[in-house]
């Protein structure tokens, strides 16, 4: 798709610029406020604890975290032929039933049997009108090891492109491919991050902390007043962070209109990091989550413009 660079045009991600939010915005066309799904991990009101997302870890029935109808699961009951293929571990997970319910799932575990799939799936018996949900992760997935300006990223994003200009050669004659992403990424700097497990400023009032290095929810101990919460991590991070009031954020819009199901789980201290500044909880994120080099998550253009590519084969 690289010939097409100079049609391309751009979009703007979600608030938080990450998986959850961004798939949930493309399988459902609309925000984190009414889909639920805010971040890589948040609070489940249910039961009080810190949920994984992605992983679906902690979270109830995903019908009922994301009660949005999906845009696939309605082209389906109108008669489409919908399919997704995928590796084998996403077929029925939380996150698929939340965010991008309603296909039929295609086990294929490379990039390459997914085009391949995509391909047999468009040009095979069946209706008329046929729509393949195709996702590709590796180079994200990349992004985070290496940085997005390692030569790894590089040969990821080239393996990716060679594929997508194959299967426009593959498909059938007229059929509209449309390419994007769900967020952007940066490098992060690591010698300006803080870790509130240890840090005296941070960690005070603080329960738990959702979200991810660059977006944070989060959620006071009982007993205690957010905003004494919020003044001390202003404090703490100055320029390094945007830090707002649950309410604030809510009425500003950062996660669109939000459900009345959905507002428990936002934090109730909502933080969006500047620069290329993080914030980790070495009580939940790893040694080697803490070194990522590539994160994403908050406000910059970096993280939340994702390029739009639309081409007829």
Do not use: C, N
């Amino acid at each position: 798709m690289r010939e097409r660079d100079a049609d391309a045009a751009t979009l703007t991600s979600s608030f938080p610029s990450t998986t959850a939010a961004g798939l949930s915005i493309l399988g459902t066309g609309t925000a984190p406020g009414r889909t639920g799904m805010l971040g890589y991990t948040q609070r489940d009101p249910a039961t009080g604890r810190l949920a994984a997302v992605v992983q679906w870890k902690d979270l109830g029935d995903p019908a009922d975290v994301q009660r949005e109808p999906t845009v696939l699961e309605t082209l389906a009951a109108a008669g489409v032929a919908v399919s997704a293929p995928g590796p084998r571990k996403f077929a029925g997970s939380g996150m698929s039933q939340a965010a991008l319910r309603g296909p039929v799932h295609v086990a294929a575990e490379t990039f390459e049997q997914r085009v391949d799939a995509t391909a047999a799936a468009l040009r095979g018996p069946g209706p008329e009108r046929r729509l393949v949900y195709l996702y590709q992760g590796d180079v994200d997935k990349t992004g985070h090891g290496f940085g997005w300006d390692s030569w790894q990223w590089g040969d990821a994003l080239e393996a990716t492109d060679r594929e997508l200009r194959r299967l426009l050669r593959s498909v059938p004659r007229g059929t509209l491919v449309v390419v994007t992403a769900d967020h952007g990424q940066i490098r992060a700097d690591l010698g300006t991050q803080w870790d509130v497990a240890t840090d005296p400023e941070l960690r005070p009032g603080v329960a738990l902390v959702g979200g991810e290095p660059r977006a944070l929810h989060v959620y006071a101990e009982p007993g205690t007043d957010p905003a004494d919460v919020a003044a001390r991590w202003t404090g703490r991070l100055g320029d390094h962070a945007v830090v707002l009031l649950r309410e604030q954020a809510v009425s500003g819009g950062w996660f669109g209109p939000v459900a009345e199901h959905v507002l428990p789980a936002v934090g109730d201290v909502v933080v969006a990091m500047t620069g290329a500044a993080t914030v980790v909880d070495s009580r939940v994120h790893s040694p080697a989550a803490r070194a990522l080099p590539g994160v994403h998550g908050s406000l910059t253009p970096h993280e939340m413009l994702v390029p739009l590519l639309v081409a007829v084969a």
